[in-house]
Every structure is written in structure tokens, then in C-alpha cells.
């Protein structure tokens, strides 16, 4: 599970504007990532959105029924 600490980082107050250059698109965010590697990183992360997805798909299923 992805930390409250973590999360916190990304949230922007509503109306409120960033500037989505002053960030690093390689960003690892975490020391445990960081000595994961990019490689598994990026495999769990992979594994992650597939669950993800699924679960929205499901949810998605129920909307469209009701």
C-alpha cells in the first residue's frame, strides 16, 4: 500500500496551479525504490496498474449495469 506521506506529495489544491517542469520525470520517490532498481520498479508498477485496471473495469461493469 502507498503511503499517506507519500500521497501527500502529489495532491494540488483545487484551483491551485503547478508547473509540471520544476519536477523530474524520473522520479523514484522512495530509498526502497531506489534500491529496487528501475527495472523492478517499473515491473511492480506494471503489476500494480494491471490490478488497478481490472478493478476499475469491474467497477465501470456495475455503473453501466445500475
Do not use: C, H
Not at 525504490?33 to 456495475?62: C, H, M, T
Request: net charge positive; glycine share 6%.
Amino acid at each position: 500500500m502507498i503511503k499517506q506521506k507519500l500521497i501527500k506529495q502529489f495532491i494540488v489544491a483545487p484551483g491551485s496551479k503547478v508547473d509540471l517542469k520544476k519536477f523530474s520525470s524520473d522520479w523514484t520517490g522512495t530509498k526502497e525504490a531506489k534500491k529496487l532498481g528501475k527495472d523492478k520498479v517499473k515491473q511492480r508498477s506494471l503489476k500494480i496498474l494491471e490490478k488497478n485496471r481490472g478493478e476499475l473495469a469491474q467497477v465501470q461493469e456495475l455503473i453501466y449495469a445500475s
